[in-house]
């Protein structure tokens, strides 16, 4: 049993080429990001809803920055706001995908920690978490009624690495281009 998680933990930290079929669900997905630990990439809106035209002039930046074989932090930068921070763990079942909002002087946001767990196995380097019950009671208690419907979704390639988010006359994307690193940003709001 030992040598089996042993084979598990190098599976996700990306150390061996092959994986049996041990490897708990979505390992792939967090080996590849730990791949990209300690780099930022640049990223643009690839969908196309003019509500998103504030955040397409701005410079969007990822960095995977807090990376293990179980868990990766990645803030999210969009312009001068570095209060966004994608956190990806490991779970029994597969992933969990939150959201850690942040004020400037580190305390945590109104609205943070939401996301969700994967409720099928992940498929590959792609995963969808629609939104959680924590997450459905915040967004019902501040007034964000849309959102209760969220799913998001994070998936890597080779060339990038793409977050969504869809629900009912909703679709957000953003892709990150993995080819070439970009100057790593000023840390997340909270993480020192």
């Given at each position: 049993?030992?040598?089996?998680?042993?084979?598990?933990?190098?599976?996700?930290?990306?150390?061996?080429?092959?994986?049996?079929?041990?490897?708990?669900?979505g390992a792939e997905l967090i080996a590849r990001m730990n791949a990209l630990c300690g780099k930022a990439f640049?990223?643009?809106?690839?969908?196309?809803?003019?509500?998103?035209?504030?955040?397409?002039?701005e410079r969007l930046v990822i960095h995977f920055r807090d990376c293990s074989p179980s868990e990766v932090r990645a803030p999210f930068h969009v312009g001068d706001?570095?209060?966004?921070?994608?956190?990806?763990?490991?779970?029994d079942h597969g992933l969990r995908f939150k959201h850690?909002?942040?004020?400037?002087?580190?305390?945590?946001?109104a609205l943070s920690q939401y996301g969700g767990d994967t409720l099928e196995k992940p498929y590959g380097l792609r995963a969808e978490f629609p939104a959680d019950d924590f997450s459905r009671q915040?967004?019902?208690e501040q007034g964000y009624l849309a959102s209760i419907d969220n799913i998001w979704s994070i998936e890597v390639t080779d060339e990038t690495?793409?977050?969504?988010?869809?629900?009912?006359?909703?679709?957000?994307?953003?892709?990150?281009?993995l080819t070439e690193e970009v100057e790593l940003p000023p840390p997340a709001w909270g993480s020192e």
């Open positions: 049993m030992l040598i089996i998680r042993g084979l598990g933990a190098l599976c996700a930290a990306g150390m061996l080429v092959s994986c049996t079929a041990e490897t708990p669900p640049a990223g643009e809106i690839t969908s196309d809803d003019p509500r998103d035209a504030d955040w397409a002039s706001d570095h209060s966004r921070t994608f956190v990806i763990t490991q779970i850690d909002h942040r004020h400037e002087d580190g305390t945590e946001d915040m967004f019902e690495f793409t977050y969504g988010l869809d629900r009912p006359n909703r679709h957000f994307e953003v892709t990150f281009d």
